[in-house]
């Protein structure tokens, strides 16, 4: 157990230290603001303070462990070997940088309650980030910064033996609509087929009603594939499916229909279910729990995991609904746009209010990527590249990787010819 002697345990300091500590590096810390129960502790222990007590393993912090609410933090990031830091520390320091501060900031989303320029969706973009802007978006940082600071523990208590964690893929499929020409209701196949006629879509329109007459299968329905490679390996992968009323935003299929709820309990069956809230759920924590409740009348179960819509959320707003309606576990943690690492750790963690200053139940689980955001490359071998840099990342610190591909990307459409391959990828790279 590591005990860590602080002149003052704030809930900043408490979570930063579970997260680094217990969560990364699978240590037990507690924490001492008395002396003479520092010094009594006879294995591993370090200070987390202005100045060191004596000769001791010392971190010097930096003041925003022991702050309430937000200020204007000052960030200057540099080049520590071969990733980066901020909040630099002094002399005396056994780390150049206080990366318990570096980690709060990033993990709490920091930024993100700062004002900052939003898309058309309210979403907050990659390029305000600090890691896209001082370019360490593509490392798990928080990870990297636990190891030196592991590194650092070796080399005083040589005689410790540290846990050691193992590399983990947890793939989601997203399912906004499960179908893209069956099971929509008389009057969206006609509009279907009128919108067909008047682009010329003729080659659509003759698909569309082989679908339909059940000569074909429908190009979105690719459960039978995604269930044959869950049972090839012993991990579960989470389906999410969108179950919303149908809106300008979200039109998947309606859940009277008998189909669409056996198709999710044939899901359920080998994989894990959940919930893709829907757009208008995001600002209205009634809608949510409508779809929340729907969801366990299907599968008979309580719901396991939520992803928001357009994978947009506005903090703490949307986490602090999810809080209410005592859902445990969050996918949208990600960029739609850009592979990499949005709260620079591959470690699912909890979830830190920064207007109430508490650690809350729900677990963040930060995606690295999502499959739109690998269609900016335009061939094959430019893809994998870039997925295969990603995931040589988070294997460096033995992570979590999590990948979200949507059910259609499995489909024989040409935009997503290759996506099968590269899902496969993902799942041989846990062998």
Request: proline fraction near 3%; hydrophobic fraction near 40%.
């Amino acid at each position: 157990m590591l005990l860590v002697y602080t002149h003052k345990i704030t809930p900043r300091v408490t979570y930063t230290f579970k997260h680094i500590c217990k969560r990364i590096l699978g240590i037990e810390v507690r924490f001492t603001s008395k002396v003479e129960d520092f010094i009594a502790h006879d294995s591993l222990k370090m200070s987390y303070a202005k100045q060191p007590l004596s000769n001791e393993l010392f971190v010097q912090s930096n003041t925003l462990l022991f702050e309430n609410g937000l200020s204007d933090v000052t960030l200057n990031v540099q080049q520590w070997e071969h990733t980066k830091g901020f909040f630099a520390t002094g002399e005396r320091s056994d780390l150049p940088f206080d990366i318990f501060a570096a980690s709060f900031y990033l993990l709490s989303r920091y930024e993100e309650y700062l004002p900052h320029v939003k898309d058309e969706y309210g979403r907050f973009l990659a390029s305000e980030s600090l890691a896209y802007k001082q370019k360490f978006l593509n490392q798990p940082v928080v990870d990297i910064w636990a190891y030196k600071l592991k590194d650092v523990l070796a080399k005083r208590f040589p005689d410790y033996k540290f846990p050691v964690r193992s590399y983990k893929v947890q793939p989601v499929i997203d399912v906004p609509m499960a179908y893209y020409f069956k099971h929509k209701g008389l009057l969206r196949i006609i509009g279907g087929t009128l919108n067909d006629l008047r682009r010329f879509k003729l080659k659509q329109l003759y698909f569309r009603y082989l679908v339909l007459f059940g000569f074909k299968r429908d190009p979105y329905d690719t459960f039978k594939w995604v269930i044959r490679k869950q049972n090839s390996y012993n991990f579960k992968f989470i389906v999410l499916f969108l179950i919303g009323d149908y809106s300008t935003y979200d039109k998947n299929i309606n859940t009277n229909k008998k189909e669409f709820v056996s198709l999710i309990k044939s899901v359920a069956d080998y994989c894990d279910v959940g919930i893709k809230a829907s757009y208008l759920a995001l600002d209205d924590v009634a809608i949510l729990k409508k779809e929340k409740l729907k969801m366990e009348t299907i599968t008979h179960t309580d719901l396991k995991a939520v992803r928001h819509s357009f994978s947009k959320l506005n903090l703490p707003i949307s986490y602090r609904n999810l809080v209410e309606l005592e859902i445990n576990q969050d996918y949208s943690m990600g960029y739609i746009d850009t592979l990499g690492f949005r709260a620079g750790t591959c470690t699912p963690f909890q979830f830190y209010d920064l207007d109430y200053e508490v650690q809350t139940p729900l677990q963040i689980n930060p995606y690295q990527c999502l499959d739109y955001a690998l269609l900016k490359y335009n061939s094959e071998l430019d893809k994998t590249e870039h997925l295969q840099k990603i995931i040589r990342e988070v294997k460096a610190v033995n992570g979590t990787f999590i990948p979200v591909f949507h059910n259609y990307a499995f489909s024989d459409l040409d935009r997503w010819k290759g996506y099968r391959s590269l899902f496969n990828l993902i799942l041989e790279s846990s062998e």
